[in-house]
């Protein structure tokens, strides 16, 4: 009886060769078993079945694929598995291939133990610091960008931005380079006098300071306009997960003296007020904290205001977290009490709200080199977060943004009201912000029109569908060369070409590059991700013609888990 299977290199039928075809037919017998459940003579049997959860995700893995112009996000998840810091430790090297006897393991783990010990006892310097409910204060590790040799003024204002520690300021990286002038000091010279309504704080913390005894009111007056001053309410118990008066306090005297004052009177600050203000924060010791307030409120009262506005025409660098914190200070005013609105939407659509942080647009803002004299846009802008800290870090001539949503959109005039008025309390210079609201920004006249003049775009296009993401492509298909685009998604989705029908799509004219997402990037979630910038090219993108792309990616993915 002929093989069933022949091998494509058999030979005539001897022992040997039906000993060979004898084993292959077994294999071939248990694969068919595992696979189908059917012996080779016909019997069926039943084969383990497989798990429910396995499947789910196999079939649900089997959505993200380019022929629904769709794929999946390799990030904003956590690894399955931490990285060991024993591989770090000489001691824990393996040996070759051996295998490990009981008694080795045994030894090694009495060495883990003996290692745990040896850092409890105090070694580095963070076993040695108790835990607090407060972070504390730490050093200043920024290092600060060179300017013009020349400008002797430039390097005394830009050493005036190293002190020996922080204390509410968490300050990381080197300062913000002016390019343009942020303080508004001819405004200043002609308006010695606060005329203005910003909301003050006592919004966020009056129900809470009518419920408790403890609850104390303090006054802070503004370095620049002494004849206004905001009402806090202190409370010795928590602090409100939403809002820290003391917090926010301690950062606007940190701030005066790093940023305001000139040099002699801001190492009085640090040196006889700001330590002792953050212990009694660290202690929530009320009574000592507005005491350190009202030292602080008489200390400035006695510094000329005109060597102030000297010393901020001087300014060439300031901390970039100030930029962070006072959009904080807006943000808390005008979007915490009715952030619940941000809520009503259609779950899993294109409409889904989301923020990304300060902290990741500036890093952003870098990278695409933006300038003073560009023009930002934001296509679906939410509440006008990205918008205002365009204009107010970089001083773009002018920051657009357009949102569709009515709650968002209400919110967006909220915080930009409150921008306003608090940039003219801090002697700040608001470039034009304007903002296309209730409107998509398709079929969107004032986008059509500024689209060929954009410098850098921003997409959040997390959630897109690929219908939307169809109408994206022809709104920024008149962008110039040289735009740069930020995105949360690839614009050219997986295993995109060039073909007949779409050769004049500018989506052939991306050169487009993945960066990798930080931790606490974005509202929705703390973990990292990836995130995309395009430049806009002349000519058609050379690695569309690469062979290598658009094929299936075989390199080994990382492990995550939810």
């Not at 343009?180 to 010695?192: C, I, N």
């Not at 305001?260 to 010791?285: D, M, R």
């Amino acid at each position: 009886m002929e093989d069933e299977f022949p091998s494509l290199f058999s030979s005539p039928k001897d022992e040997s060769a039906s000993s060979f075809s004898s084993d292959k037919e077994q294999d071939y017998g248990v694969l068919k078993l595992q696979f189908t459940g059917e012996t080779t003579n016909g019997q069926v049997k039943t084969a383990k079945r497989r798990s429910k959860g396995l499947e789910k995700l196999l079939e649900e893995a089997s959505i993200y694929t380019p022929r629904y112009e769709s794929s999946l996000p390799r990030g904003f998840l956590r690894d399955r598995h931490k990285k060991s810091t024993e591989s770090k430790d000489p001691s824990y090297a393996k040996t070759g291939d051996e295998p490990v006897a009981k008694k080795s393991r045994a030894k090694l783990t009495t060495m883990k133990k003996q290692l745990h010990t040896k850092k409890r006892a105090g070694i580095t310097i963070r076993n040695v610091i108790p835990k607090t409910t407060r972070p504390l204060p730490e050093d200043h590790r920024g290092q600060v960008e060179k300017d013009d040799p020349s400008s002797n003024q430039s390097h005394a204002f830009e050493n005036s931005l190293k002190p020996t520690k922080f204390y509410f300021v968490e300050c990381e990286g080197p300062p913000l380079k002016l390019r343009y002038d942020l303080f508004d000091v001819p405004f200043l010279q002609t308006h010695a006098k606060f005329q203005g309504s910003p909301t003050p704080s006592t919004i966020l913390t009056a129900k809470s300071s009518q419920r408790n005894v403890n609850s104390y009111t303090i006054m802070l007056k503004s370095v620049l306009f002494l004849d206004y001053e905001e009402e806090y309410h202190v409370d010795s118990g928590s602090s409100s997960m939403k809002f820290d008066s003391m917090s926010e306090i301690g950062k606007i005297i940190e701030y005066t003296a790093i940023i305001y004052v000139p040099k002699p009177y801001s190492n009085l600050i640090l040196e006889n007020i700001l330590p002792h203000l953050y212990e009694a924060f660290n202690t929530s010791n009320c009574k000592l904290f507005i005491e350190k307030v009202q030292d602080y409120n008489e200390f400035i009262q006695t510094i000329p205001r005109e060597e102030i506005l000297e010393h901020l025409t001087q300014a060439r660098f300031i901390p970039r977290c100030f930029i962070h914190d006072l959009l904080h200070i807006v943000y808390s005013r005008s979007i915490l009490p009715s952030f619940r609105k941000l809520k009503e939407y259609e779950a899993f659509s294109s409409y889904v709200y989301g923020e990304l942080l300060p902290s990741f647009l500036s890093d952003v803002y870098s990278k695409c080199e933006l300038e003073p004299n560009h023009v930002f846009m934001d296509l679906g802008s939410g509440v006008g977060n990205c918008v205002v800290q365009a204009a107010l870090e970089y001083g773009c001539k002018l920051s657009f943004g357009c949102e569709i949503m009515p709650n968002a959109s209400e919110l967006t005039e909220e915080q930009h009201k409150e921008l306003a008025e608090r940039c003219k309390l801090f002697g700040l210079k608001l470039h034009p912000v304007e903002f296309s609201l209730r409107q998509s920004f398709v079929d969107n006249s004032r986008v059509d029109a500024l689209i060929p003049q954009c410098d850098v775009l921003l997409i959040n296009n997390f959630l897109f569908d690929a219908k939307l993401n169809k109408k994206v492509e022809e709104v920024i298909k008149s962008l110039k060369t040289g735009t740069k685009i930020i995105s949360l998604k690839n614009l050219r989705g997986q295993g995109y070409a060039i073909n007949f029908f779409n050769l004049d799509s500018i989506l052939n004219r991306l050169k487009v590059e993945r960066f990798d997402l930080k931790q606490g990037s974005v509202s929705w979630t703390h973990n990292g991700g990836e995130y995309y910038i395009s430049t806009v090219l002349p000519d058609v993108d050379e690695s569309l013609f690469d062979p290598s792309e658009g094929k299936r990616n075989t390199r080994r993915p990382q492990r995550y888990t939810r």
